[in-house]
Every structure is written in C-alpha cells, then in structure tokens.
C-alpha cells in the first residue's frame, strides 16, 4: 500500500493496534537521506512511540574498510543483527527499558568504537526501528509491518550533502551507494515492503 503522508500510517498504527498485547514494530527502511528519521520523529510524537535508531548499531569501520568489501558484504555487515535484536528490541517488545551504548562515529577518523554514555529507550505500544537495512531478513520474525520511505534520488543527494558536507558526501556515496542498489533491488524490492511513504 503506498501513502502520500504519515497520517495515512498514523491510522493504520492506531487499527492495528486493537487489543493487542504485544508492542507493535515497525522498520522504517529506506535509502540514506530519503527521510527517515524525519518520519520516525514524527510518528513518535503522533502515537508515543519507542525510537531504535538502527545506525547506533553499525558494525564498524571506516570508509577504507568498507570500498575493500563487495556490496554484498557491506549490506550483509553494516549493522550489528545480533545486538540490534537482544539489547534493543527483545526488551522493548517485552515491554521493557532497553539501554545500549551507541555507535561512536566520526567521519575523518572511522570507528573509534562505542560512546561511554548510554541510550535508554522505554517501552511504548509501538517501536519504530529507524535506519536504512532495518528490514533485513534477520529480524523478519520480530517486525509486524515494513515500510519503504522514498524520496527522489537528488533530493536524497542534497540532504546527504548537507548532512555530511561536500567531501565526505562524495566518498559516502563511494562507500554505500552499490550496497543500497543490491539492497533494494534484490534483497528487499519495493514489492516486498509492506507499506510505502513519501518522505518528501
């Protein structure tokens, strides 16, 4: 089902919400800069949702590290499944607090590794998963609804450029651009989402 906004999805969060027991998850899973986050923020404040950041959860390595990997192995490697699902998601659909340290990133020098402080997400009806690959088949039994967030290719690009400025856009680009082609033609096409939004 393809929707124009987010109040589209708001609705079809509250239906199925019902009489369920269970937190409700959802990925939001889309190419960088088609405006995730920018959806989850807004959905989090609509319906009180829990907010995963999935990048907090990258697996590490810098620019150099990841241009030596085949597109393959970068889609395959690029997060942490394993502790994305048991310090994250098993505790918040057990409606419990979850807290991890997240991914300390930094663009000229690589991955230095975890920050000190830590991220502590309380329970909520609803979870959102936010981040590109957030849709990979590893967590398909946890997740109740897989949305696509689409944006037009040079929107993508300009926010990306202002996001991460001129330069380290480009050796992005060099970086991720291959493995998110693979991504959402193979692994996960648009046929196979759920739902689409527009993240325009």
Known sequence: MEMR??????RLIERS????????????????????????????????????????????????????????????????WARLRDVALTP?????PASWHPLDFQPDVGWPG?????VTVEPADVVLLDGAYSSRPELAD????????EAPELTRRERIRQR??????????????AAEHLYFNDIRPRTSFDHIVQGT
Do not use: C, M
């Open 92 to 96: 918040l659909l057990a409606r419990q």
């Open 142 to 149: 946890l997740i109740d609804f897989a949305v696509l967030v």
């Open 17 to 80: 919400l019902g009489n369920r027991s269970a937190p409700l998850l959802i990925a939001l899973d889309g190419r960088s800069g088609a405006g995730k986050t920018t959806l989850a923020r807004s959905l989090s404040a609509s319906v009180a949702a829990a907010v995963v950041a999935a990048d907090d959860f990258y697996a590490g390595g810098s620019n150099d590290v990841w241009l030596r990997r085949s597109p393959r192995e970068r889609v395959e490697g690029v997060l942490d």
């Open 114 to 118: 975890w920050k000190s402080h830590l």
């Open 5 to 10: 906004d987010d109040d589209h999805l708001v």
């Open 164 to 177: 991460e400025g001129d330069q380290t856009a480009e050796r992005w680009h060099r970086a991720w651009d």
